[in-house]
């Protein structure tokens, strides 16, 4: 079956060309469009979408809370939320990840990369580079933990070696990179980062990786 998309932007134009470069694919479908979060809402319930594109500065409501309300324990659908942004390090959407997005593009993202991203959201993981977002919270690491604080109790759940897998999943590793620093299979990683993503009640690897840099386990910068 193909993956169904909502288009969410406040500008039709860039709405009609996101259209075409999606309907062009097999796979894909575009089964609505909306101008603000509050038509977002709306469409969703009616069209259950699989993925959301969605614009962040937006009238009415904008796409930071459209997305906490589509991805939040009361949400009425499946929908993973794909944002879209303007600027490569747009403070909104480190906002965005917090609420729930499985992951951000640029506008000007080459046609293949956003169609690659809609395939990778939709397959329950997060968008495509984790060095990107790793870039991102670095850039606002003033509005993260110094480090000073306690790490939450909710850290101690994890064995050691989840702990480890969690740091190198903050830092944009990927599975394989993962795999070869710690000397296990990938499956074992996959294995870890599951038990990770359920202990801590996360969606994906994005809101992994801010857990990591909220929390204070990974430092901003660090290496």
Same mark, same amino acid.
């Given at each position: 079956m193909a993956i169904r998309v909502l288009l969410?932007? *406040?500008?039709?134009?860039?709405? #009609? @060309?996101?259209? +075409? %470069? =999606?309907?062009?694919? @097999? $796979?894909?479908?575009?089964? !609505?469009?909306? !101008?603000? !979060?509050?038509?977002?809402? $709306?469409?969703?319930?009616?069209?259950?979408?699989?993925?959301?594109? +969605?614009?962040?500065? +937006?009238?009415? +409501?904008? @796409?930071?809370?459209? #997305?906490?309300?589509? #991805? &939040?324990?009361?949400? $009425? &659908?499946? /929908?993973?939320?794909?944002?879209?942004? #303007?600027? *490569? =390090? $747009?403070?909104?959407?480190?906002? /965005?990840?917090?609420? @729930? /997005?499985? &992951?951000? =593009?640029?506008?000007? /993202?080459?046609? !293949?990369?956003?169609?690659?991203? %809609?395939?990778v959201v939709a397959a329950g993981e997060a968008m495509l580079a984790p060095s990107v977002t790793r870039r991102l919270l670095d850039k606002y690491a003033g509005r993260l933990p110094s480090g000073e604080e306690p790490l939450p109790d909710t850290l101690h759940t994890l064995t050691e070696r989840e702990v480890e897998v969690l740091k190198l999943v903050a830092r944009g590793l990927s599975n394989a990179e993962i795999a070869a620093d710690l000397f296990v299979s990938e499956t074992t990683v996959k294995t870890h980062v599951g038990h990770v993503l359920t202990k801590l009640s996360l969606r994906d690897r994005v809101q992994a990786a801010v857990y990591a840099y909220e929390s204070g386990l990974v430092r901003p910068g660090a290496h």
């Open positions: 969410v932007d *406040d500008q039709p134009l860039l709405r #009609t @060309g996101f259209r +075409m %470069i =999606l309907e062009a694919e @097999g $796979d894909l479908a575009v089964v !609505g469009e909306a !101008g603000d !979060g509050l038509q977002a809402l $709306d469409q969703v319930r009616a069209l259950q979408p699989d993925v959301v594109l +969605m614009d962040i500065r +937006m009238p009415r +409501m904008d @796409g930071v809370e459209a #997305t906490r309300q589509i #991805t &939040g324990p009361d949400k $009425d &659908g499946p /929908a993973k939320v794909l944002v879209l942004t #303007t600027f *490569d =390090l $747009d403070e909104y959407v480190v906002e /965005a990840l917090r609420a @729930g /997005a499985s &992951g951000f =593009l640029l506008k000007d /993202a080459p046609a !293949g990369e956003l169609v690659q991203a %809609i395939r």
